[in-house]
């Protein structure tokens, strides 16, 4: 679906703003659909649409809160790694 | 429409210090670099595994695959990406093929990756969907990732979660650019349709929270 450029929002119904929204928040800097200017009217007039995005939005932004890690292994795994590390042709361990 | 310059995985990994010697000195045999690589990108690979398996023990198995992976590739380490992003490459692809070996034989991942209509997120235009209020916490959205079905899970994990672009992930799943941002859309509206009921989704299996 690469024909975004020539779409024009502002006569589109719900149903067609959702076929393109996994295109429009691929090709949206930072994945912000909220802030593209062409979709300012059609938001305005939309608010269920406003509500998803706003939500897929948050959602994204919230994911990327997960990538600093909250979990560690249990402190026997790396000798277990360890023994294997001797086992290896080359022996670093 | 603008896109992203570089690789969102590189700028969330910058050098860590001391990282780049104990990677030369690990070349090199020696075990004691060894050991601190494991100990600064252990949880990181866990955190990765246990997101992508959904099971303590095998994402055990799995990290000690990924370091004695790491072990045997160092050598081929160029520094042309960041390390962790090379190391957290190398950890998927040990997973998908782990899951591959486990259930996915010789069936592609972009003819399983969609699930049942059961699991699909269900979208309702004409009735007004309730927003979410807001902001959404760390705890919750974890829980909610843990219950999507296995192919909206990982194309989540590795774009919204891990950082990677859709071609990058194209080629990991063996599916299409197209069908990597589908499925992260719809992966992203079935949160959405979890994340309304927070008081059902299910508590994470126990696990040991990093403390420094």
Redesign the interface.
């Known amino acids: ?1 690469n024909g ?2 020539k779409l024009n929002f502002d006569t589109m119904t ?2 067609e703003f ?1 076929q393109y ?3 429009l ?6 994945g912000m659909v909220s802030q ?1 200017p062409r979709l300012k009217k059609f938001l305005a007039a939309n608010p ?1 649409c406003a ?2 995005v ?3 939005e ?3 932004e ?6 600093q ?6 402190d026997a ?2 000798s ?3 023994d ?2 001797q086992q ?1 042709p ?4 | 429409m603008q896109t992203k310059p570089n690789s969102g995985l590189f700028k969330r990994n910058p050098p860590i210090a001391g990282e780049a010697e104990a990677i030369e000195r690990a070349k090199n045999g020696d075990p004691d670099a060894f050991s601190k690589l494991y100990a600064l990108h252990k949880r990181r690979v866990y955190t990765l595994c246990l997101r992508m398996l959904g099971n303590v023990s095998e994402a055990e198995d799995m990290t000690q695959e990924a370091f004695l992976h790491l072990f045997r590739k160092l050598g081929s380490f160029r520094g042309e990406s960041a390390f962790s992003t090379w190391l957290h490459r190398l950890t998927v692809n040990l997973v998908l093929m782990h899951l591959r070996k486990k259930g996915l034989q010789l069936v592609s991942l972009e003819e399983t990756i969609n699930p049942s209509e059961e699991d699909a997120p269900k979208r309702d235009f004409g009735s007004r969907d309730p927003q979410l209020a807001g902001s959404v916490d760390r705890v919750t959205l974890e829980r909610a990732v843990a219950s999507l079905p296995p192919g909206y899970r990982m194309v989540f994990i590795l774009h919204d979660v891990e950082g990677f672009e859709h071609n990058e992930i194209a080629t990991m799943l063996e599916c299409s650019t197209g069908n990597s941002k589908s499925q992260l859309h719809k992966a992203r509206l079935k949160l959405r349709e979890l994340l309304r009921q927070p008081e059902q989704l299910p508590v994470l299996e126990s696990s040991r929270e990093v403390t420094q």
Do not use: C, V
């Open positions: 679906m975004l450029p719900p149903a959702e929204l996994p295109e928040f691929a090709s949206s800097q930072g593209n269920d509500a998803l706003s939500d897929l948050t959602i994204a919230t994911a990327r809160s997960l990538f890690p909250d979990q560690e292994p249990s795994l790396w277990k790694i360890a294997k590390l290896e080359g022996d670093a361990n």
